[in-house]
């Protein structure tokens, strides 16, 4: 799988197993995987937003957060490593209460229109609300209109409808080698940006190959020519990189 | 007087959609009609709103100082207030425009979208008129979700709700339970 965060381990370290408890199920894995793939091995589903397998794992947007017994914090399962007698909670109803709350905070922070989006029915951000039951946003609206970039001879970057998981910056670094995305700007103000802040259209260093485009969870980033509920992301390309980057 | 439960339904800041996709119910309706009373609707000549409502149904966003009057009064008359659509639940497409001063808004709607002359205008010349000034309610800063006027009892998210979560929503309730219809609707479904 992908590489982790640095970790003193040796080759001989990570073929160690280890077991732990995961919702009271007994599991065994590797001591290099993270919580995350131990739980997705065993059948135990942990939502997610900013993870994309094929990637690395960025731990941003908080939603895959467990508790782990003897700890008062929670921890990101795609960035926490598991260890021997470890016990995991995927779900509980802090859980619940702040998986709701950061989704509820992604809607009201830009202005997510389902009804007139390119990915109505086929957003991870929607998606992602209807697992956890949310009928209604109980925060304020903040109705801070953001630009829409269409510069780009194929592809457009609506930033209203961005939930900065950063899998763009990323698949751009990591498989595609151009790095044309970036994060600009702190807190509220955070963007994504290509180039240094240039109109994308004017990227010298972007190849076209829309990677960014088919793995963005939702409507931020899309094809030029998609109407309402048309847009269909195809995100498969990149296990299978993966898979054969890992096999060659 | 019937003991029927009192059903209401309003039509806000809105397409009417939502509405379309009650009466989509079609023979179902026909049930629901010998289970309830419904005591106002835009397809009933009421002009205010009734006292005693047992349930409302409520589509559209809170726009104008209309709107708010009428949720105001319709909370103040309904046991059970159901935020009925994305426009009543979320602000929808009427809260795009939020982005915009109302004046922007006017002009462009009464000005430069304006196709016909505009009462009391000279004709072929230049728009005069600022915007409606007799009888259209002033409209809010923002169009707003409903809950944040008044309580909100159940959200029936949609962009409209399909008839099914209509029907389970107001079964349920009539039911004397509180509905969830989070397996048969989403934002912008």
Known sequence: MTTMTASPSSAAHDIQVVTLKIDDQEVSASRNQTILQVAAENQIEIPTLCFMPGLKPMGSCRICLVELAGSPRLFAACVTRVSEGMTVITDSPRLRKYRKQIVELLFVERNHVCSVCVSNGRCELQALAVKLGITHITQPYRYDKMVVDSSHDLFRLDHNRCVLCTRCVRVCDQIEGAHVWDVAGRGIDCRITADLNLPWGDSDVCTSCGKCVHICPTGALTEKGTAVAEMRKQPDFLPYLTIMRENH | ?189
């Open chain 2, 1 to 189: 007087m019937s003991a029927k439960p009192r059903v209401a339904t309003a039509w806000l800041d809105g397409c009417s959609g939502c509405h379309m996709s009650f009466l989509d119910l079609d023979e179902k309706l026909v049930d629901l009609a010998g289970m309830v009373d419904v005591v106002c609707s835009p397809t009933v000549d009421i002009k205010e709103f009734p006292q005693n409502v047992d349930v409302a149904l409520v589509e559209g966003a809170v726009s104008s100082e209309e709107d708010l009057h009428k949720i105001k009064l319709i909370r103040s008359r309904t046991k059970i207030l159901v935020s009925l659509g994305d426009c009543a639940v979320t602000g929808n497409v009427p809260a795009m425009r939020n982005f915009f001063t109302i004046e922007s808004l006017f002009k462009r709607a009464y000005q430069e979208n304006a196709d016909v002359p505009l009462r009391g205008e000279p004709a072929s010349t230049g728009r005069s008129i600022d915007g409606p000034c007799v009888a259209v309610p002033k409209l809010c800063e923002n169009a707003r979700p409903i809950h944040e006027i008044v309580k909100v009892d159940v959200h029936v998210p949609g962009c409209p709700p399909p008839p099914d979560a209509i029907f389970h929503v107001v079964a349920e309730l009539l039911a004397g339970r509180i509905p969830d219809a989070s397996s048969l609707t989403r934002f912008g479904k």
